[in-house]
């Protein structure tokens, strides 16, 4: 064993490797740390500069680097002052990249808009420890008599429902809305007042004006490109709502079984909110009550854990005063989409109702050959222009919750496969178990390989490789 530093300079023991150093290392891009050939001293040195160089403070690098070339191209070595001169370049290219930088190591966020028409950016800066870390914009759609403030308001409203972190202050382009009141809400979960500030003039307007300028250059440059993005997603959801008879859905649920004739059955749930899909807010399911290979009774425990952890967590929250945003199923659907028709219908609707839940259900319908055709809803099946984007994003929710339940359920059956098997070999413990299904792809691939092909294996020995050949054969 060898000492080197953790990133944070701490002491720690690092394995001295064997053989040869890495290829970073032989390209110049790695001093051996893993091989001792760096001590102590010069390691943390070297972790100190990352540091500092991580933090923004660029000075001493570029001075080093000035006075390198200098020496290189004093001595006639030209091509290592070339590689200088490359280093100074490009750490000034990332420098002047980082203009927004304040003097007061505060975090804030700013946000600012531009318009035209019914479509509208919203761009946001993101500034912590005084420096931008980050940005991010969005694309809306504003409905006649919209103002900048209606604009800024209803988007941090829904914006910071959902974040977890909220900055202590937020610069905006326009005042908002009952600036108190919604400061007072950003505030609620926060264990300090988050400020909601409207800049007129100084260095935080100039920061407005930015982003407001960004927000400008984006809905130029990206006008089509979202009107099409919003055509696929809220239009599609808008003609959803026409066509059963609703308004206001903008969270979506859907369900799936999957099973192999009744072992290791599990569901899927998927979420889209505005009509994109929301992966962070899947869940996966195992079956735990016994259903087998019955779709229905597995589709009403999924639904019954799903609704009743829901209402668990709800509970908690209230008695916290948190929002519902902050749970992992706290959050209900405005539509609950189900894969199938009446039958799955039905049984979602007695799961809500003694739950004691109002949430609409729809049922895509598909035909004998297992293609979308129409939504079932209120006891009436309602057929579905199959062009439209509607019809689409119905298809692709179908689509995405097959795919997630059956990798959820192959996942399962894999490992179940590979403990089975694998697990029973004298000689195959974890390690050599994971090497084996790294290098073969699967237990057949392993099965049909000679004991010449297993021992190519890393850590499996030739005595190793005998003992899984003879399993098989």
Known sequence: MSEGYSFDGTIKETPKMNGRPCLYYHIGQCKGACQGYVSKADYKAQVEKAMKFLEGNYRDTLSELEEKMQKASAELDFEKAMEYRD?????????????????????????????????????IFFVRNGKLIGREHFYLTTVPGDTGKDILTSFIKQYYSGTPFIPRELLVQTEVE??????????????YSVKIVNPQKGKKNKLVELAAKNARNLLEQNKDK????????VGAVKEIEELIGLTGIQRMESFDISHTGGMETVASMIVYEDGKPKKNKYRKFRMKWGQGNDDYASMEEVLTRRFTHGLEEREKLDEEGRDYALGSFSQFPDLLMMDGGKGQVNVALKVL???GLNIPVCGMVKDDNHRTRGLYYNNVELPIDTHSEGFKLITRMQDETHRFAIE???????????????????GVGPTRRKA????????????????EE???????TEKVAKSIYDYFH
């Open 408 to 426: 959820y359920h192959r996942s399962i059956r894999n490992k179940r496969e590979v403990h089975s098997v694998l697990d029973d070999i004298p």
């Open 436 to 451: 084996l299904m790294k290098y073969f792809k699967s237990i057949e691939g392993i099965r049909e390989a000679s004991r």
């Open 226 to 233: 979202y009107r099409r993005e919003q055509k696929r997603t």
């Open 454 to 460: 297993l021992e190519k294996v890393p850590s499996v």
């Open 87 to 123: 280093l100074i370049n490009s750490i000034n290219h990332v420098a002047g990249n980082q203009k927004i930088t304040t003097h007061q190591f505060e975090d804030r966020d700013i946000i600012a808009y531009a318009e035209e028409g019914n479509d509208a950016v919203v761009q």
């Open 178 to 191: 009952e600036p108190e009141l919604l400061s007072e809400m950003l505030s609620r979960n926060q264990n």
């Open 353 to 355: 109702e003694t739950l």
